[in-house]
């Protein structure tokens, strides 16, 4: 009995220890990091042909990111970039799951569309912004575009193999059981895919969150990308290399905040086995 009684106590110190290392080693690889970044800006600093590049170094990159936080500007700069990355990846979505179960469902479908959706996804999302400049009225419009078309295909592809993995049998049971194409869709195969649209999402995010900054190089007077343009137009070094941090945070947030709803939705679907 006391065995037994030990047990669970066994069984719940393994995952904190996981954990603990987990964190361990991730403080490992964030110092290495950082101590890079400090040996770079230290070679940089100590040399004639590169010192006046000294301000990408950390102190005062981390000096000038603390003001802009206290100011408020890192907000300001954030805000317009993250609605619009917001509104492309919403966009994507909008086309991309309906489309990857359609091709999903119907091999027909599937095999006429196969080789053009390939190609497209094949052409740099950048590559559309003469097209986006013309097509669009305002900057912002071009450049949620040029956003969507960076997110269409993770979420595209994501859910088509998520719809063909879906067991056979748990449709063949709900059309026995009289359930209608609208009633099948909302019962079994959106449950059924909703780890992998996640994972489409937060695929489609990373490509995104990149193609943002020199999509934001057009003519918008606001975000992140214009903010990195304007400090590299006025040398304004430390200022640029604390830019560049506040994309690295907040892409790393974004995709730690899908990630933690991908699990999520794992246990779900596990637990519904």
């Known amino acids: 009995m006391s065995d037994a009684v030990q047990l669970p106590s066994t069984i719940l110190r393994i995952p904190r220890l996981g954990s603990l290392r987990s964190l361990i080693n991730a403080l490992i690889g964030t110092a290495?990091?950082?101590?890079?970044?400090?040996l770079g800006g230290f070679v940089v600093e100590n040399d004639p042909d590169l010192y006046a590049f000294a301000d990408f170094a950390p102190a005062p990159t981390l000096e000038r990111l603390w003001e802009m936080i206290a100011s408020g500007e890192v907000l300001t700069m954030s805000g317009p970039s993250l609605q619009r990355v917001g509104l492309g990846l919403l966009f994507a979505a909008g086309f991309g799951v309906p489309v990857g179960i359609l091709i999903g469902r119907a091999p027909r479908i599937h095999e006429v569309t196969n080789v053009p959706f390939q190609f497209l996804r094949m052409i740099?999302?950048?590559?559309?912004?003469?097209?986006?400049?013309?097509?669009?009225?305002?900057?912002?419009?071009?450049?949620?575009?040029?956003?969507?078309?960076?997110?269409?295909?993770?979420?595209?592809?994501s859910t088509a193999a998520g719809v063909r993995r879906i067991d056979p049998a748990w449709l063949k049971v709900a059309r026995n059981l009289g359930a209608s194409p609208l009633h099948l869709l909302g019962t079994v195969i959106l449950p059924a895919i909703a780890v992998d649209v996640m994972q489409g999402i937060r695929l489609?995010?990373?490509?995104a969150?990149?193609?943002?900054?020199?999509?934001?190089?057009?003519?918008?007077?606001?975000?992140?990308?214009f903010a990195i343009n304007d400090a590299r137009d006025t040398?304004?070094?430390?200022?640029?290399a604390a830019t560049v941090v506040v994309i690295g945070v907040i892409?790393?947030?974004?995709?730690?905040?899908?990630?933690q709803l991908v699990k999520k939705f794992n246990w779900v679907r596990a637990a519904a086995h």
């Open 32 to 38: 290495a990091l950082l101590g890079l970044w400090w």
């Open 124 to 157: 740099s999302p950048l590559s559309w912004m003469p097209i986006a400049v013309m097509a669009f009225e305002t900057w912002d419009g071009a450049i949620v575009f040029l956003i969507a078309m960076a997110a269409l295909w993770p979420i595209l592809f």
């Open 204 to 207: 489609a995010l990373g490509v």
């Open 209 to 225: 969150w990149v193609v943002l900054v020199p999509a934001e190089y057009l003519g918008v007077t606001s975000g992140l990308g």
């Open 235 to 240: 040398l304004d070094y430390s200022r640029l």
């Open 251 to 259: 892409g790393f947030a974004l995709d730690a905040a899908i990630g």
